[in-house]
């Protein structure tokens, strides 16, 4: 059985850092690409960022360009967002995903498997 299990979600003021993690069990994580998604309340869930399997690309939403690091430890079988410059537009709740794409994916439909969310909130 796959599982995606984020963590390190919280509230944070505005201008703060938080590092998620996206532990993955259960697949072959080495060669799947890992997408960060997020989803504001009333808001559609949007990309933010991925990274392929292989980590030898990264790719961001422009509104985070900058701010937020994608990286990966596939020994760990995990996958972090470091949030960096946070601000209250960052509030979502923010989704790992996997898939098996050779490149970089912006589209949540080229992600197969899922993880259950982490909140963040930022505080103006």
């Known amino acids: 059985q796959v599982q995606l299990v984020e963590s390190g979600g919280g509230l944070v003021q505005a201008g703060g850092s938080l590092r998620l993690s996206c532990a993955a069990s259960?697949?072959?994580?080495?060669?799947?690409?890992t997408g960060w998604f997020r989803q504001a309340p009333g808001k559609e869930r949007e990309f933010v960022g991925t990274?392929?399997?292989?980590?030898?690309?990264?790719y961001y939403l422009d509104s985070v360009k900058g701010r937020f690091n994608i990286s990966r430890d596939n020994a760990k079988n995990t996958v972090y967002l470091q949030m960096n410059s946070l601000k209250p537009e960052d509030t979502a709740v923010y989704y790992c995903a996997a898939g098996r794409m050779l490149g970089v994916a912006t589209s949540a439909i080229d992600y197969r498997y899922w993880g259950q969310g982490t909140q963040v909130t930022v505080s103006s």
């Open positions: 259960g697949l072959t994580f080495r060669i799947y690409t």
């Open positions: 990274i392929t399997w292989s980590a030898g690309s990264t």
